[in-house]
């Protein structure tokens, strides 16, 4: 049976997310409503525009019971924007954020939407992601990762991949290639979460 993967689906690229969960393996579930969150077995937050999301997250009562879902042990992973909501501080006009990844994201840390890139993931990657091209879109840098967080793959140095148990933030877009590694890490988290 195929996990039920959500997807926060207030704003940005959420339908990608939704194709790239089921090129993984997972079955995917848009979600706007904390109502919504009953019977998911991970959850994804999509990049986007962080303001903008964390707005709609505040007018539809999502902060507290988003934080109770990963509380409960529910994979998570965040994107870009999504990472930046996950961070437990947020610099460089900061947004209110989840706390759920020890990390302080910089929004908007490479430039603007024309200083978006492609870059190849550095060498000594984690077990199974060498070779991971990443798509950066105004995205953020994470800094100052606590003593519980795994840095799984950088670029140019720079954390771009990291875990904290099983909350993963990417600062890159990974629904936007044809490379389902990213989404199968969670993918593989609810499934153990599961049993199955």
Do not use: W
């Not at 904390?34 to 902060?63: H, N, Q, W």
């Amino acid at each position: 049976m195929k996990p039920v993967i959500g997807v926060l689906a207030i704003q940005g690229d959420f339908a990608a997310h939704a194709q790239a969960l089921a090129r993984a393996g997972a079955e995917a579930r848009l979600v706007r409503e904390p109502k919504e969150l009953d019977g998911l077995d991970a959850l994804v937050l999509p990049g986007g525009e962080s303001t903008t999301i964390a707005k709609g997250m505040e007018r539809l009562g999502l902060f507290d019971p988003l934080r109770a879902f990963a509380d409960s042990g529910h994979p998570v992973l965040g994107t870009c924007a999504g990472a930046i909501l996950l961070a437990r501080a947020v610099e460089h006009h900061p947004v209110p954020s989840l706390g759920l990844v020890d990390v302080v994201a910089v929004r908007n840390a490479y430039g603007t939407q024309v200083d978006s890139f492609i870059a190849p993931a550095d060498a000594g990657a984690a077990a199974g992601l060498a070779g991971l091209r990443c798509v950066f879109i105004r995205a953020p840098r994470l800094r100052e990762p606590g003593p519980g967080v795994e840095v799984l793959v950088r670029v140019d140095g720079e954390p771009v991949l990291v875990r904290q148990g099983d909350r993963f933030a990417a600062t890159f877009h990974p629904e936007l290639g044809d490379d389902p590694r990213v989404h199968a890490l969670l993918v593989g988290a609810a499934r153990r979460r599961r049993g199955a």
